[in-house]
Each structure stands twice: as C-alpha cells, then as structure tokens.
C-alpha cells in the first residue's frame, strides 16, 4: 500500500476529505446493516431533528502507525461504550459497541494510505457521530438515525515542543447542573463557541470553566480535563458529574499510578486551591496533554513553577510513558492498544 504524499509534519488539525466513510441508518426501529461508502456529504431534510433541536452525539479517536509498522487504535471500546452513554441521554438508539469497533476497523482499513507513518508526530483523527436524520417539528425525538464514521489525517499537535498555555477563568458555564457536561454531544460545543471566541480575543489559548453551581470548583476547560500535580508529586484531578469523562485522563491516572508509582487522587478541586499546584495540564485525545503555564483569573496571574517554556517534570513523564504506549515504545497494560492491520 502506497502512503500519500504529504508533509506530515505540516498537516496541521484540519479537516481533509478521506477515501471512504462509514454509515448506517437507524429505520423502522433497527439499525440498518451498514457499509462503507465514498460520498462525503449528508442530504436531509430540511426539518430533520438535528438541524431543529440538535439531537448528536460524537465521538474522536486516533489510528496511529506504531513502532512495528501496524496500525492500532487506543482504547476504542472505551468511545463505543461512551458514545452508548452519550446517546442514551439525548433519547437516541445507541449503536451498538460491537458494531461500532467494526465500523471504525473498517473505515480505518479503507483509509489506511491516509494513516501518518511511524515517527511523522502525525496520525488519523477518528470522528464517530450520530444524529436525528429524520423531520421533527413537535418537540419530540426523531425517529430516525444516521451514525457515520470519517477520518481525516492530523499533524503533530507539539510542533517545534509544546509551549505551555495560558488561560483564563472563564465568566460563562460550560454545562448547566444536572445538564449535559459528561456527555459528547455538539451541543455542548456549540454554547461553548462564544466563550471560546472571547478567550481568543482576549489573548488566551483556553477556557477554565468552573462548576456551574457554585462557581468554586474547577470544571474543564471546553474539551479537555485538567490534570494537576501537587508540590509532593501526587496527581489530582477534579471531580464533577458535569465533566466529560475523558479516556485520556483516565488512561493517564493509571500510567500514573501503575507506572509511575504515583499517589492519584480524584476529587472536587476550589478555584483558589489551584495556585498551590507545581504542575497543570489538559488531557486529550487531540493533544494527549498539553502544559498550563498560567491560569489567569480576572486580572490576578497564577503561575505555575513548571514555567512556560516546557512542560514540567511529571507531566513530560506522563507524557511519554502514555505515547509510547500508544506507539508502541511501551508495553501497554492488556487490552489498551487494537490492532486493525
Ligand atoms: C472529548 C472531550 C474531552 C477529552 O476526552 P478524550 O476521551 O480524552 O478525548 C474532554 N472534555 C470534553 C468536553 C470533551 O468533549
């Protein structure tokens, strides 16, 4: 199999249409059987649920070649059974997890010339979706479905090292109490843009949601989980029923404590606790995990002993250990790395 031509290196995190995408239809009460098809557009009507009140869920995954020239995807069973959680609370069928590992197992296959080669820092962002494909105009769920699998090649997200963030205590809520915050739905994403936009403008690379209760507790930021270390070398992160649960942290709660010998904590982490922190970092499927240098909030500066040249010490080891498992450098806990070919 020939790869494309490309710079890998320079591909940047943008969308690239691919050779062939995954869909099945949920009609008549039944998943469809499904298959791959080369048609990248979507045509619906103009009243379907998705485009009225917004019934999606989503899921992102990464193909990556490893050391030994195979292309695996990270805990993929982990997207499926989220994706499950996801839909159920938006009154959606959930697809089923078996189904859903063959599906991204075959649009992965279909693509392979589009997977980045071993060392490139690239690999193949995987986008699992679903979304109300049929009208609805009374407040209701749709009846019908589409789940489509399609995948595009991203760059390195560090390119030339990872420069630590800075970001900001946002002043909008990012899920409401009680409301969608720990499941991957559009939605979330898009009451997100404007403080996103807002940060930007402002200068910072991110968002510090807090807890939409009581405005105390450290949240997310808009699609990454805060990862802190203390000054004696613990781990911990914050705990919320209104966080994503992402696969990354918790993949790297365990490399922490089963590799790193670390203490790891979960639990609900105070605004005004943050500045007794050595270390911070986002966690990721994007990015895995990227360093905080500053956490600004409205005017007064929490920096990081850790800098904001490079990543600091626990989060760099963390770092390594979790992408040398992904790639094959590391011997992966039992059932974390799937082989596809
Ligand atoms: C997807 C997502 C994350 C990261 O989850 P991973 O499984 O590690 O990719 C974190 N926060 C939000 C809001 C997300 O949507």
Not at 135 to 157: L, W
Request: glycine letters at 10%; charged letters at 20%.
């Amino acid at each position: 199999m020939e790869k494309r031509d490309l710079n890998w290196s320079e591909i940047g995190f943008a969308y690239r249409e691919t050779n062939q995408r995954y869909v099945s239809n949920f009609i008549d009460g039944a998943w469809d059987e499904g298959g791959l098809t080369s048609d990248a557009t979507v045509v619906l009507n103009e009243c379907a649920g998705i485009l009225q009140y917004c019934q999606e869920v989503f899921e992102g995954l990464k193909a990556y070649t490893t050391v030994n020239g195979d292309i695996v995807t990270f805990r993929p069973d982990l997207n499926a059974e989220r994706m499950m959680d996801s839909a159920k609370r938006m009154e959606m069928p959930p697809f089923p997890k078996e189904r859903f590992l063959e599906a991204v197992e075959q649009v992965v296959k279909a693509n392979a010339d589009w997977v980045p080669p071993y060392g490139s820092g690239a690999s193949l962002y995987i986008r699992p979706y679903m979304f109300a494909s049929t009208p609805v105009i009374g407040v209701k769920p749709a009846d019908g479905y589409q789940f489509r699998v399609f995948c595009t090649p991203v760059g390195p997200y560090f390119k030339g090292g990872a420069k630590p963030l800075t970001i900001c205590v946002s002043d909008f809520d990012r899920a409401a109490p009680h409301g969608t915050g720990h499941i991957k739905a559009g939605l979330n994403y898009a009451m997100s843009l404007h403080a996103h936009v807002t940060a930007h403008a402002q200068g910072f690379d991110e968002n510090m949601f807090l807890d939409p209760g009581t405005r105390t507790y450290v949240e997310e930021t808009g699609g990454a989980n805060f990862l802190f270390v203390t000054k004696d070398n613990e781990i911990v992160t914050p705990k919320s029923d209104s966080i994503l649960p992402s696969i990354t942290r918790r993949s790297m709660l365990y490399v922490a404590e089963h590799y790193l010998g670390m203490k790891v904590t979960q639990r609900q982490v105070r605004l005004d606790e943050v500045k007794d922190f050595a270390e911070c970092g986002l966690c990721g499927t994007a990015a895995v995990i990227s360093p905080v240098g500053k956490v600004v909030d409205h005017g007064k500066e929490i920096c990081f002993p850790s800098g904001m040249d490079a990543m600091g010490p626990v989060i760099q080891k963390l770092y390594d250990t979790l992408t040398g498992i992904q790639l094959g450098t590391v011997e992966a806990p039992e059932g974390w790395i799937h082989k596809i070919c």
